[in-house]
């Protein structure tokens, strides 16, 4: 019997999944997919309830698992299997290599040395990476990345004569870890749900529509613009920005459930934008508004009654070219004000839905639903948006109750 507990998942209910086991004394292997913690929070400009940065939270819990000797934690890693059953659960998992050291901080000497550009993931494409790079500013493990498999043989050399001596290991490869743990909890988080599967929205069509989470890199000082709101067209202040609700969520087609943040994401983007420029219009098509609880919807009024603010009962159909240069038209049948909207606008946001993890990458060993949600069993435990979409809030407190229901699992099976 093990009295350890695996946490799949570094993102912000993971981590903290991870520490609230860890501070009740028990042994805890935290694994993380990308390079570093924090997940979709780490990408966001500011969230609920405080309307704070990720550095409010994120630092906090980052800090805690530095002091901890009770964490251990593997980032570029991946869970592959999950065999037998609680108090017994046997892992096994794929770390990918780094090709960093921990002492390699800071690569900008071996980004000036590499030619290779390729798509930022982080920044969902909007700005370009070295093949040697530091993920983002806030990155923990505050350690860089050597991505080898964008860069040639000629420039790794080149990268590794220009970084300090012993900085670059390119001799590293992938490793296997087997770990024998009491219980797991499953902390996968979710993506934004592909816009280029919504056809009728034009994702592809136009450079002006984006997604909400492209909206957030757009917003966040430490985002492709810094923190300046531009279309991408001409890096210009958009004028009107109209946003779609729903893009995804909510239909039979794509996803058949509501995805809770995206109502709520919309008002504290509109509220970016105004911060800005305060004569911004903005149109919102919906189909219902849902604010969750008294504070949300305390927020949901103070939005609704800014100047300059519309909103618009209706799904929008189709997303047409405009009549200025760059602009789309928004097209929705007006559900309360009766007929055919349209709306032309400098930029179009599409709130895409939240989509599990498991929808579309599953660990063997672990049962999921239909949608891709993680489904609980005894000794395996999913929390945060692996269990159901949730805010950032609701995944903390999601956390601390995984952490808890994994303590007495390897309670009562040590009685």
Request: some cysteine; proline content about 7%; glycine content about 10%.
């Amino acid at each position: 019997m093990s009295d350890s507990i695996l946490v799949i998942g570094g993102g912000f209910s993971g981590v903290t999944a991870a520490v609230e086991a860890a501070e009740m004394g028990y042994n805890v292997y935290l694994v993380e997919k990308e390079s570093y913690l924090g997940g979709r929070v780490a990408q966001l400009n500011k969230y609920f309830p405080k309307l704070c940065p990720p550095t409010c939270g994120l630092e906090i819990n980052f800090k805690r698992i530095k002091t901890n000797p009770r964490i251990t934690f593997y980032t570029m890693a991946d869970v592959e299997s999950v065999s037998g059953g609680p108090g017994d659960f046997n892992v096994t998992i794929k770390v990918r290599p780094r090709g960093t050291t921990p002492q390699c901080t800071n690569c900008k000497a071996g980004e000036e040395a590499a030619k290779t550009e390729v798509p930022d993931e982080f920044n969902f494409g909007m700005s370009t990476r070295k093949p040697i790079y530091m993920p983002h500013p806030m990155a923990f493990p505050n350690q860089c990345v050597l991505d080898m498999e964008n860069v040639s043989g000629d420039e790794i050399e080149a990268i590794k004569a220009a970084m300090p001596p012993g900085h670059v290991d390119t001799s590293q490869s992938e490793e296997t870890v087997n770990l024998n743990v009491g219980a797991i909890i499953v902390a996968t988080g979710w993506k934004p749900y592909d816009p280029t599967k919504l056809t009728n929205l034009k994702f592809n069509d136009y450079e002006n529509v984006i997604t909400n989470m492209m909206m957030e890199r757009l917003a966040s000082p430490s985002g492709p613009t810094g923190g300046k709101i531009v279309r991408p067209s001409d890096n210009e202040p958009p004028k009107t920005v109209g946003f779609v609700q729903c893009a995804g969520s909510r239909d039979e087609n794509h996803l058949g459930f509501c995805s809770y943040i995206c109502c709520m994401a919309t008002l504290k983007q509109i509220t970016y934008l105004k911060e800005q420029n305060p004569d911004c219009e903005c149109y919102v098509f919906y189909i219902d508004i849902r604010s969750p609880g008294a504070r949300y919807e305390k927020f949901y009024k103070k939005v609704k009654e800014m100047e300059g603010v519309h909103f618009i009962k209706g799904k929008v159909a189709d997303i047409l070219p405009g009549e200025a240069a760059g602009s789309v038209k928004l097209v929705a049948e007006d559900t309360i004000g009766g007929g055919k909207k349209e709306q032309e606008v400098d930029m179009a946001v599409l709130a895409t839905g939240m989509q599990p993890v498991g929808a579309e990458s599953q660990i063997p060993g672990i049962e999921y639903d239909s949608d891709g949600f993680v489904v609980p069993k005894e000794g395996i435990i999913p929390c945060g948006c692996a269990k159901r979409p949730i805010d950032v809030v609701s995944s903390g407190q999601s956390a601390t109750a995984a952490a808890l229901k994994a303590v007495q699992t390897i309670a009562r099976r040590a009685s």
